[in-house]
């Protein structure tokens, strides 16, 4: 039976290092992570992001919450 889909591309990440990256992926994860940091910080301020964090606020006080 062939490896699936996630255990392949698990092994090839495995093995992956970020010198063995091309500078122009670098360069693309670096945008994506700012991107990604920026729009958290902007949703926050939204109705549906001071929504979110209330949930979130509301779950991690339980005892069987758990924290990501």
């Known amino acids: 039976m062939p490896d699936s889909l996630s255990r392949t591309f698990s ?5 992956l290092t970020y010198e063995s990256l091309p500078s ?5 994860m670096k945008a994506c992570l700012l991107h990604g940091l ?4 902007i949703g926050a301020e939204t109705e549906q992001g001071k929504a979110a964090i209330g949930l979130a606020k509301v779950e991690e006080s339980r005892p069987d919450g758990a924290t990501i």
Do not use: H, T
């Open 38 to 41: 920026v729009i958290s910080v």
């Open 24 to 28: 122009e992926v670098i360069d693309k």
């Open 11 to 15: 092994r090839y990440v495995s093995y």
